[in-house]
C-alpha cells in the first residue's frame, strides 16, 4: 500500500512540476527563517547523558548541597618565584574584582587572608621549628631591611651583616650569611650582563622545606557574565580577561606565565575548534558529492537537481529537529553529514534507474512511472529500516545520540518524500538528455562470473575475515575521556593538561557527599589508606594538628622578629646618591669579611663586593632595574612574614565562612575530596583510583567518576539500542520479504561490515569514544539500505548484479556518503575528525560487502516474482 502511494505521488510531482516545486519551496523559505532565528548549539558534553541516570543523579546532589561557582575560568599564574606568583595573581584578581561588567565573582582558592595568616600551622611541628629559627636567625637583615625596603636598605643590612660577620666567632651564625651573598651576587650580575633575572627572598629565608615558601603557582577562579546569545558565550569575558593579563604585564618578561583555562574557555574553544575549518571541511563535502553525483548521471542537470533536492531537505530537516530539540549538540550535529550522504544516496538511486529507463523509453513522464514502480519499495524499505535502526536509541540515557536518531529519522522521512516529489518535478523540468551509453557496467561481468565461480572460496574468506575480527575484539579499546575528543593544542587545554600533571591542583579528584562532618572524618581515613589515593580532604584536614607546640614556636619567633619586622621609624627618602653611598660602605665591609673569613663564605662576600662595586659605577637606570628585582619581592616576603606572626588557634569556629561552606553544607552534609596517586592524565590510573575509592564509597562523585560511568552507560546504550534495531529491521523485512532466508541474506552482511570495521580499528590503533561511536549506527542504517537495494533486485530475477544500474547507483552512493562523512576527517576537531575516520572506514567496508559478498552469498537467481519489473541490467 505505502509503495503504491509513493509510485503515485512521484507521477502526481512529475505532471504538476511548477505546482510541486512552488509548494516545496514555500516550506523551504519558512524553515530556513525558523533555523535563522531559532538555532542554537551547546558543546555541553555533560548534556549528552540523561540526568536520571544514577550516577548523575548523585552529581546533581552534590552540586545541590554546595553550589560553589558555575561556569566558571580558571587561571593558572606560574611565576619565576613565589613572589612573582602572588602578586600576579593579586594583582589580577583586583583588576578582574573590578571588572563588573565582565564578571560576577572572583575567588582565590589558594590565597586567601586566613591562609596567609594560619599557613605556617599546617606544617609538621619539625617544619615550623626549622622556619622560626632561621627566621630568628636572619633578624639582624630582616631588621635592616623592613626598616628601608629599598636597594640603599639592602646595601645597609649587607654592611650591617657583613660587619657582624667579621667580628663574630659563631661559625654556624656566619656560615648562614654565605647563601644570601652568594645569591644576590648572582643576581645583581645578571641583571647588569642585561640578563633576566629573578630574585626570592621568601625562598632565601624559609629554605627549600619551609612553608614560607609557597608554590611558584597561584590560582584565580573567576564566574564570567555570560551572552547567551553568543554561540561562544564566555568570549566576551576571556578577551576582557585576556586584556588585563596584558595590561598588568603578566607574561614572560616579567617572569610570569597564564594559562586560562576551565569549562567555559573549553567549551568556547570547543565549538571554535568546530567552526575553525568549517568551510574547508563544507567545501571538501561537496566537491566529493558533485564529483561523485556525475560519476554515477553524467548530467550537470540532473547533478543540480539531486543537490537542490539534498539541500533543501537539509533546511526542512534542520528546522524540524531544533523544533523537536531545541538544540545540537556534539554528537546530533552529524545528523547533515548524514542526511547529506543518505539524501544523495536516494538521489542516486532515483536518478541513475531514471538514466536506464530513459535509455529505453526517452520519454521522461514513462521513464519516472517505470522508476517509481521499480525502486518505490527498495527506496521505501531503505528509509524505513534507517529510521528503526537510529529510533531504536530513543528508550536509551544516551540522549546525544538519541537525540541525533530523532532529527536524522525525521530527515529520512523528509528525504525520501522530497526524492519522490521534488526531484522527479526538477527532473522534468530541467529533462537531462537521454544518456548515450549503458548505464550499467558490462566491464564487470568478468567479476560477475568469478564470483559465481568461486562463491564458496569467497564466503570461507569473509568468514575467516569475522573470525578474527570477533577474535581481535579483546583489543578494541574504548577511550572515556571525554577530553580526548578535544584540540589538546588549544590554549585552554595546555593549561589543562599542565594542571592535571599538578598532583596538588589536578581536577581529577574524586568528590565523596556524607551525612556529617564526623562520617566524612571516617570516611577520608579508610580512603587514605588505599595505595591509590594521595590524600583524602575534608573540613578537619583546615584544623591543624599539635597547634599548641606550633603556636608557642610562632608566637615566641614574633615576639622577637616584631620590632625588626614592625620598625616604628619610617625611613628616609631614598635617593640616588644616598644609594651609592651605602653601596659604598657594603663594598668596604665585604672586602673586609673577605680578608677575614677566608674559605666559602669569604669567596661569596668577594664576590658580592665585586657586583656592589658594579652596581654602584653603573647608570641609575641600571641600579633601578636591579632594586625593581629585590625590592618588589622583599616587600611581598615582608607582608607574607608579618602575616605568618599572627597565627592564632584554628577551630571549626575561626575558620571562615565561605571556606567552611565549601566542605559542610547548611543541612550539615560534609565532603570528602580524594585525590588519586599517580598519574591522573593516566586512563589506567584513573580506572584504578575510581575502582578502588567507589568500592568504599559506592556513590562517590567527580570527573573521573563522571567519565567512565559516561562510557558505561554509552556501551549500554550501544548495546540495547543494536539489539532493538536488530529486531526492528528484522522484523521489517520479514514483513515485506516473508522469507527468513532473505531477511539474513540482508542483514549477515551488515553484521560483517561491523565487526570487520572493529576489526581495522585494532589494526591501526583507533580507539572508540564518545563521538565516533556513532559509526555503527550510521552503518547499520546504511548497510541495510544497501543490501536492501541487491536483495530486492535478487529476488526480482537479476543475475549479473554488479553489471546492473543498481551497481552503479549503489557504487556511486557509497562513494558520495563516504566523501560526506569523510570531510569530517578534516576537522580540526579531534572527536570530529575520528568520526570521519571511522565512517568511511565502515563505508568502505559496507561497500566490500555489498558488491563481492553480498553477490557471493546471494547465488544464481532463484525466481521473478511475477508482475514485479526487474532492474534495468544496462
Known sequence: ????????????????????????????????????????????????????????????????????????????????????????????????????????????????????????????????????????????????????????????????????????????????????????????????????????????????????????????????????????????????????????????????????????????????????????????????????????????????????????????????????????????????????????????????????????????????????????????????????????????????????????GVGMIIALVLNVTMLPALLVKLNPAVPTQPVGWAGAAPVDRWLGRNRRAVLASFALAMVLSIAGLHWVKFDFNPLHLRDPHTPGMLALADLMRDPDRTPNTITVMTADLASADRMAQRLSRLPEVAQATTLSSFLPDDQPAKLALIQDAGLLLDPAINPFDLPQPVDDRSTQAELGKAVAALRDLAVKRPGALGTAAAHLATSFARLSAASPQQREQVATILVEPLTVSLNAIRASMQAGEVSRDTLPPEMAADWVARDGKALVQVTPSGDSMDNAVLEHFTAAVRKVAPEATGLPVSTQEAARTVARAFIDAGVLALMLVSLLLYAVLRSVREVAFTLAPVVLSGFLTLGTCVVIGQPLNFANIIAFPLLFGVGVAFHIYFVMAWRSGVSDLLQSSLARAVVCSALATGSAFGALWFSHHPGTASMGLILMISLIWTLVCALIFEPALLGPVEHAPAGKPAPAAN
Open 1 to 408: 500500500m505505502l509503495s503504491t502511494l509513493l509510485q503515485r505521488a512521484m507521477l502526481a510531482a512529475a505532471r504538476r512540476p511548477l505546482t510541486t516545486l512552488a509548494s516545496i519551496g514555500f516550506l523551504v523559505a519558512l524553515a530556513l527563517a525558523y533555523t535563522i532565528v531559532a538555532f542554537d548549539i551547546t558543546t555541553d558534553t555533560g548534556d549528552l547523558i540523561s540526568p536520571k541516570v544514577a550516577w548523575r543523579q548523585n552529581d546533581t546532589a552534590v552540586e545541590k548541597a554546595f553550589p560553589g561557582l558555575q561556569d566558571a575560568i580558571l587561571v593558572v599564574v606560574d611565576g619565576q618565584t613565589p613572589e612573582l606568583a602572588e602578586a600576579g595573581a593579586a594583582r589580577l584578581a583586583d583588576a578582574l574584582t573590578a571588572d563588573h561588567q565582565h564578571f560576577q565573582v572572583v575567588k582565590r582558592p589558594d590565597g586567601n587572608a586566613f591562609l596567609a595568616s594560619e599557613g605556617l600551622m599546617f606544617a609538621s611541628l619539625a617544619e615550623v621549628k626549622d622556619t622560626t629559627q632561621r627566621l630568628i636567625d636572619a633578624q639582624p637583615l630582616l631588621g635592616a631591611l623592613a626598616a628601608d625596603p629599598s636597594l640603599r636598605g639592602v646595601a645597609t643590612a649587607i654592611d650591617t651583616a657583613a660587619t657582624g660577620a667579621a667580628t663574630d666567632g659563631d661559625a654556624a651564625a656566619t656560615a648562614r650569611l654565605e647563601q644570601p651573598l652568594a645569591q644576590l651576587a648572582q643576581a645583581i650580575d645578571a641583571r647588569l650582563a642585561g640578563k633576566t633575572a629573578w630574585f626570592s627572598w621568601q625562598r632565601l629565608f624559609s629554605g627549600s622545606k619551609g612553608q614560607l615558601a609557597p608554590p611558584t603557582r597561584r590560582l584565580v577562579l573567576a564566574q564570567p557574565h555570560l551572552d547567551f546569545t553568543d554561540l561562544q558565550p564566555g568570549s566576551a569575558a576571556e578577551a576582557a580577561l585576556q586584556g588585563h593579563i596584558a595590561a598588568l604585564h603578566l607574561d614572560a618578561a616579567h617572569g610570569l606565565k597564564t594559562g586560562i583555562t576551565g569549562e567555559v574557555m573549553l567549551a568556547d574553544e570547543e565549538f571554535g575548534t568546530i567552526r575553525d575549518n568549517i568551510g574547508m571541511v563544507g567545501l571538501l563535502m561537496v566537491a566529493a558529492m558533485v564529483a561523485t553525483l556525475w560519476l554515477a548521471t553524467r548530467s550537470a542537470r540532473m547533478v543540480g537537481a539531486i543537490l537542490l533536492t539534498v539541500f533543501a531537505g537539509l533546511i526542512i530537516t534542520l528546522a524540524l529537529g531544533l523544533l523537536a530539540i531545541g538544540r545540537l549538540n556534539l554528537i546530533s550535529v552529524a545528523f547533515i553529514p548524514l542526511f547529506v550522504g543518505l539524501g544523495v544516496d536516494f538521489g542516486i538511486q532515483v536518478g541513475v534507474r531514471f538514466n536506464a529507463e530513459r535509455r529505453e523509453d526517452a520519454e521522461p513522464l514513462g521513464a519516472l512511472e517505470r522508476t517509481a514502480m521499480a525502486i518505490g519499495e527498495p527506496l521505501l524499505m531503505a528509509a524505513a529500516a534507517i529510521f528503526l535502526a537510529l529510533g531504536a536509541f530513543l528508550p536509551t540515557d544516551y540522549i546525544g545520540i538519541a537525540e541525533l536518531g530523532v532529527i536524522a
